[in-house]
């Protein structure tokens, strides 16, 4: 009865702004998808094209994801609505001024792109106008402000929903109080000049409009702090390690942060209270499309993460804490800068004399591949640690993914490689034994989904993930993105109870759909005598999850 209610007041306004949302975003497939036919004036580069069009889909699928991000389901069908979101954030009238904005510069510039054809009037050819260059970037560069002050606006929801965002007075400009006649009221006019205060002029009136100016917003964005390079002493990086065939490659470093360059909040979170705090980094690659085209790719990865990975307790700690993040300049990639484990930081600042590389925490892969037999008389630190060790670290790593996706994350990137320990390559096999109980998840994924779009991405051979499984895909749901994260824990798990690489498994001969169904038929049914029965339903139902077509059973 109350929706039935409900259905006969509908507001009339009640989905203005996804409309205006709407009709831009329909528009931009028409102005920005323009491809200059062969009658297009010779004085026009198809470089230039190609390059400025790049520019232009990027910002529409920037666009396009801001929408998504906002909606609040009540779009029928396929379409989105944004009308409540945006209301119970306090953004209406921005977020409205705006849109009109993004339409009149798509307007202009479908305008732009028609006077660039040749047209027949009559029996008289009118000459296409020569191609304006300056236009197109005075047009995309106010398309990118309209745009980055949308994701301004998303960044201060997810701020003040974590109850992070930071007090601010903006100082409100005098404007003219209305009468009543104008039908406003005074708190009404007031609400709207602090929501434009930083655009507004003293000669602006209520009778000439306001011209769109990207306002100035909080200058907290959500983002882990940016440093600057000369922020962190890197040791020389040396060439790739060698993996298997299909095995993802994470290029993991350890350095020193400098503590006088970095922001006082990250100060404040520092494990150590030393000039110099060992960090971890991590270098997550991106599309070099954004690279060459100027823009910056997507972060809202980070965005999450940052909130995800907190510091935590020395006693407790099961994850590393993301302090920040710099930008590479010799590469299309970010490094992602952590906090050191605990027991290696303390284990780092007291032998001060060893090579940082000394200090780099062992991954999965690497204490499994210690494993490996031999025909000579193993060592200690090759025999695989006792069953025991292994369901506990199996469980840890289950439980602690399982938080992650209760907060609406999906790590990613899971393979043998993004599971790191508090241990080091000199540290006793008894101290590797007792640090396999606290495993550290690492190596998330970052900009999988962050690609242009009309540019085909070919997709790195990844053994650990479904055949179905097509990261670069950005419609994809969270709730997808759970499924195959499970596939992928399946096979880490199957991993673990063998205690073997994975990668000596795979053939080059193999599809992923070979591999997957060789694991399923052949090695997977080893566990039962090697790890019990219960083992290895469980690594089974995590690797039909992605098969059902319910979806059910994620939490089981």
């Known amino acids: 009865m109350e929706s039935y209610g409900h259905s006969h007041l509908v507001n009339p306004r009640a989905t203005y702004l996804t409309k205006l949302y709407t009709d831009a975003k329909r528009r931009s497939l028409i102005s920005i998808d323009f491809k200059p036919p062969l009658t297009v004036s010779q004085s026009i580069s198809n470089e230039q094209f190609a390059a400025l069009l790049k520019k232009f889909r990027i910002q529409k699928d920037r666009f396009t994801a801001w929408g998504l991000e906002w909606n609040d389901g009540d779009g029928k069908g396929e379409d989105v609505g944004i009308d409540g979101a945006v209301a119970q954030a306090g953004f209406t009238e921005i977020v409205e001024s705006v849109m009109r904005n993004v339409d009149e510069v798509l307007a202009q510039l479908e305008s732009v792109n028609a006077g660039g054809l040749s047209s027949k009037a009559g029996e008289r050819m009118i000459t296409p106008a020569p191609f304006d260059e300056t236009r197109y970037l005075e047009l995309l560069k106010e398309y990118t402000s309209s745009i980055d002050t949308l994701d301004d606006l998303s960044r201060m929801r997810h701020a003040m929903a974590r109850g992070e965002h930071p007090k601010y007075e903006p100082e409100v400009p005098s404007l003219p109080v209305p009468s009543v006649a104008d ?22 009136t209520l009778v000439e409009p306001l ?16 440093f600057d390079i000369s922020a962190i002493r890197l040791p020389e990086e040396g060439p790739p390690p060698y993996e298997s065939v299909g095995v993802p490659v994470t290029t993991r470093l ?56 907190k510091p935590m ?10 302090l920040g993040y710099f930008e590479d300049p010799s590469a299309p990639r970010f490094g992602l800068v952590y906090d050191l484990p605990y027991a290696i930081q303390t284990q780092m600042l ?44 199996a469980l840890r790593l289950t439980e602690q993914l399982h938080a992650l996706h209760s907060q609406g994350l999906a790590h990613g990137n899971i393979n043998s490689s993004s599971v790191l320990f508090s241990t080091m390559s000199n540290d006793s096999p008894i101290a590797r034994t007792k640090r396999l109980r606290a495993p550290i998840w690492a190596s998330f994924d970052i900009f999988a989904k ?9 997709a790195n051979l990844n053994i650990y993930r479904h055949p179905s499984d097509h990261p670069h895909d950005a419609n994809r ?46 090695w997977i049914p080893k566990l039962a005598a090697k790890c019990g029965l219960s083992y290895m339903r469980a690594v089974q139902a995590c690797m039909a999850i992605v098969d059902r077509a319910d979806g059910q059973g994620l939490t089981t």
């Not at 100035?216 to 702090?225: D, H, V």
């Not at 990250?266 to 494990?271: D, I, M, P, R, S």
């Not at 307790?313 to 993301?322: A, E, F, M, P």
């Not at 925490?361 to 695989?384: G, Y």
Request: aromatic share 8%.
């Open 183 to 204: 039908k406003w009221t005074t708190s009404s006019a007031r609400s709207y000049a602090t929501s434009i205060a930083p655009s507004v002029d003293s000669e602006i």
């Open 211 to 226: 011209k769109f100016v990207p306002p100035t917003l909080s200058p907290y964005s959500g983002l882990p702090s940016r």
């Open 254 to 309: 350890v350095g020193r942060l400098l503590r006088a360059r970095v922001p006082e909040s990250v100060t404040k979170v520092l494990g150590s209270d030393n000039a110099q705090v060992p960090v971890l980094v991590e270098y997550a690659s991106y599309d070099a499309t954004y690279l060459n085209t100027g823009v910056p790719p997507p972060l809202e990865r980070l965005r999450w993460l940052r909130g995800a990975l």
């Open 313 to 322: 307790r020395v006693d407790s700690q099961h994850n590393i804490s993301l």
């Open 350 to 393: 007291t032998s001060s004399a060893q090579p940082p590389e000394t200090f780099t925490p062992l991954s999965l892969l690497n204490l499994i591949r210690k494993a490996r037999p031999s025909t000579h008389a193993a060592p200690v630190d090759t025999e695989p640690p006792p069953l025991e060790t292994r369901f506990r670290l």
């Open 450 to 458: 962050c690609s242009v779009e009309g540019l085909d991405r070919a």
């Open 477 to 522: 749901d969270i709730a997808a993105d759970v499924r195959y994260d499970m596939y992928s824990l399946a096979l880490l798990l199957l991993e673990i109870g063998l205690w073997h690489p994975l990668g000596e498994l795979y053939k080059a001969k193999y599809t992923i759909r070979d591999f997957k169904i060789r694991l399923q038929q052949l």
